[in-house]
């Protein structure tokens, strides 16, 4: 997979209201709505794991989003696209911070 | 792959020496042993994409492991392998932070 889609994007969310449920499965929904998006691959949405609490572990966030790409034009396809645009027009109101890390394999 | 590796463990270092390229080049060496703990299923080693530089993207950091797991479980196994605890000892001298996220897809 590192060969085919090296590009790493992962994004981390949090809420405006952290403890409702019904905002975390609304974003969630909105976030897998950007599978549709073609050069987008291997989504995976995800919320806080229950793994030891530590103090290097960052767990405040609310949901996250991974996709993998074939390159860095692949991650600007997606950036640019409706579905994306779409996305963040319908459900940015739910979210108060984001953190975007992009990375690619080596 | 969400429904087989649904844990996702995505840690980020900051060298002590953000500028060296020695430095940064062992860091990921160390990082690829992990490899071998028998629990970790594709580990992903990055390096800052280039991704648009935007206000939401933190790319201050210098090196990524992202690893999956089939459960909470392995990653336990993954954090007290001796091959991690060997890591541990062998290069935490070359960062200066260390931030990890632990996801459960859903």
Do not use: C
């Not at 449920?21 to 998006?37: C, H, M, P, S």
């Amino acid at each position: 997979m590192e060969q085919n889609y090296p590009v790493i994007h992962h994004v981390f969310f949090w809420l405006k209201n952290s403890g409702s449920t019904q905002d975390r499965e609304q974003l969630i929904a909105g976030v897998k709505t950007l599978a549709a998006i073609e050069t987008v691959k291997h989504l995976h949405v995800g919320v806080v794991a229950d793994t030891e609490k530590r103090d290097v572990v960052e767990n405040s966030w609310d949901v996250s989003e991974l996709m993998f790409f074939s390159d860095v034009a692949g991650q600007k396809v997606y950036q640019d696209h409706p579905v994306h645009q779409d996305f963040v027009k319908n459900y940015s109101h739910l979210w108060q911070k984001v953190v975007v890390y992009d990375a690619v394999s080596v």
